[in-house]
């Protein structure tokens, strides 16, 4: 077995500390290259959060338009995005649907973005089984959220592991549609933002 001298733990002690001055000039000369490309991180933020769209408040839709079970709206929210241009942000159309549910379901409404989660095309909301086989490929007993692109199919009557309404029983999509935050004013059904990570 080596010998280790005092002489040779200094002498790694010392090289270690003159590491110090290398490892914070390259943290030091990082941070502007970061901010080049992120402009809303601030001096020296190690791990910013994600830039979050934000978007107003929408009515979408009627709760007197939807009174039989399975009616439903389409609708487009208008989400505000940070972008790095003398812009400074880029509005996008995320397309949406409300849809009632029956009773008995634990919830009156489902409001949920249909963008699919797999790959980001349009799903669409097919109200009759029969759509779902001839979109999907997909031998369904009732509606169903099917993207055509994947044959993704979502039923609405299913909450996933995470509790999210919408569970993936067909097809390649990872996860459930992403959801909006929504409530009930009277009779308006009233979108106030969205889950993060909605648009594609």
């Avoid at 994600?50 to 009616?71: F, H, I």
């Avoid at 949920?112 to 007993?141: M, Q, W």
């Avoid at 592991?161 to 549609?177: D, N």
Wanted: proline fraction near 10%.
């Amino acid at each position: 077995m080596e010998q280790v001298t005092r002489r040779d733990v200094l002498s790694r002690g010392l090289r270690a500390l003159g590491a110090i001055p290398i490892l914070g000039t390259a943290f030091a000369a990082s941070s502007p290259l970061v901010r080049f490309f992120r402009p809303t991180v601030k001096p020296y933020e190690i791990s910013p959060p994600p830039d979050v769209g934000e978007g107003g408040e929408l009515v979408v839709a009627k709760a007197s338009e939807l009174t039989q079970a399975w009616d439903y709206r389409y609708f487009l929210y208008t989400l505000r995005l940070p972008e790095y241009t003398p812009r400074g942000a880029q509005h996008k159309q995320v397309p949406g649907v409300v849809v009632r549910l029956p009773e008995g379901a634990g919830d009156d409404f489902m409001v949920i973005s249909r963008i699919c989660p797999h790959l980001g095309c349009i799903f669409n909301y097919e109200r009759d089984p029969k759509g779902v086989l001839e979109h999907c490929n997909y031998p369904a007993t009732g509606p169903q959220f099917c993207c055509p692109c994947h044959f993704s199919v979502y039923d609405p009557l299913q909450k996933d592991a995470q509790g999210r309404r919408g569970k993936v029983i067909s097809g390649p999509a990872p996860r459930a549609p992403f959801q909006f935050a929504w409530r009930l004013e009277g009779d308006d059904i009233v979108v106030y933002g969205m889950e993060e990570g909605s648009t594609a």
